[in-house]
């Protein structure tokens, strides 16, 4: 298996610009996490789906941020509109349920 | 909600030993989970206690006790290459009895000569 692929790698955007960030977990992982990590909070969780139903979404800053699973193999993560303030890594984690989580590369995202 | 809490930085001599504490406070516990990641990198999992007691994975160890809700990492004969980030994370129960991650702040430890 390739692992849980991320993309963008990067993303330079400008305030008020839309961006949107991609997920493929490993097949077979009925979890999938979204976290983003900055150097004052370290690595929060923002939502969580289990079975492509999003489960938790308590640690979503603000109704800019939105998820959704469309299907077992995909899942974005969207900010619209951006702010400078909302630089950070965007990590996808996806995991079977047990204590291991599987993460991804991140996304790092810098709005200017 | 939850909390955990991890010292934000350690030194330690390589070829040493260096113990890395957690400690926590949630509801609905299902185990703590230990994780290193480089500047640069994603966070990869290292280990993961259940179970009051140690787990010994090589030259890492991890311990358990839920009565104190309290964990450490153990990493010996330190290598350069362990200078990096390493975070403890709870698992617990969420709504409907699902299963939640959260992650420590994080412990970044430097290796020296």
């Known amino acids: 298996d390739a692992g849980v692929i991320q993309s963008p790698r990067h993303e330079v955007t400008e305030m008020g610009q839309e961006v949107t960030l991609r997920c493929k977990p490993i097949s077979g992982h009925d979890y999938l996490f979204w976290y983003r990590q900055t150097m004052m909070r370290g690595l929060e969780l923002l939502i969580y789906?289990?079975?492509?139903?999003?489960?938790?979404d308590s640690g979503m800053p603000e109704d800019r941020f939105s998820a959704k699973m469309p299907n077992a193999s995909f899942s974005t993560l969207k900010i619209q509109p951006s702010e400078p303030r909302d630089s950070a890594v965007y990590f996808c984690a996806s995991s079977p349920g047990g204590g291991e989580l599987f993460f991804g590369e991140g996304s790092r995202l810098t709005v200017l | 909600g939850q909390s955990l809490e991890q010292p934000s930085e350690v030194t330690a001599v390589e070829g040493a030993i260096v113990q890395i504490n957690c400690t926590y406070q949630?509801?609905?516990?299902?185990?703590l989970s230990w994780y290193q990641q480089h500047d640069g990198g994603a966070p990869t999992f290292l280990s993961y206690n259940g179970l009051d007691g140690l787990e010994e994975t090589g030259r890492f160890s991890s311990f358990l006790s839920r009565s104190d809700s309290y964990g450490y990492l153990l990493l010996q004969e330190l290598q350069m290459k362990d200078s990096a980030s390493y975070f403890c994370a709870v698992r617990d129960r969420s709504s409907g009895g699902y299963q939640k991650v959260t992650f420590g702040i994080g412990t970044k430890l430097q290796v020296i000569p």
């Open positions: 949630t509801s609905g516990f299902y185990g």
């Open positions: 789906f289990n079975n492509n139903v999003p489960i938790d």
